[in-house]
Nanobody, 128 residues
Framework: QVQLVESGGGSVQSGGSLRISCVIS????????VGWFRQTPGKEREGVAA???????TYAKSVKGRFTISQDSAKNTLLLQMNNLKPEDTAMYYC??????????????????????WGQGTQVTVSS
């Protein structure tokens, strides 16, 4: 059974930093894709950052240069370091995992529909 449990969310002022974590069990993510998504009320869930089975990272344009995704294989943990946070980064952040066909990774890795395994989310709030 695949389980994903996020932690580390909280409130921070604009320009601050926060690191959120996701412990993944039951999913050998060195053979699949794992990623972070976020969602605000009334909006679709959007991909933020992801890692494929080769370790290649992909970022949304809105966070590139500010956020860093990484994984601690020994602890089965996916991390998202968020720096220079902005009020528009306020959202519920979810981690996700699944296997994507090699020929679909580029198009699907930051798409919600590419993933079937999700955590419960952790709230990040950035105040101005």
């Amino acid at each position: 059974q695949v389980q994903l449990v996020e932690s580390g969310g909280g409130s921070v002022q604009s320009g601050g930093s926060l690191r959120i974590s996701c412990v993944i069990s039951g999913f050998p993510y060195d053979t699949g894709c794992v990623g972070w998504f976020r969602q605000t009320p009334g909006k679709e869930r959007e991909g933020v950052a992801a890692i494929d089975s080769d370790g290649t990272t992909t970022y949304a344009k809105s966070v590139k240069g500010r956020f860093t995704i990484s994984q601690d294989s020994a602890k089965n943990t996916l991390l998202l370091q968020m720096n220079n946070l902005k009020p528009e980064d306020t959202a519920m952040y979810y981690c996700a995992a699944d296997y994507l066909p090699d020929n679909a990774i580029t198009d699907m890795i930051l798409q919600e529909k590419g993933y079937n395994y999700w955590g419960q989310g952790t709230q990040v709030t950035v105040s101005s």
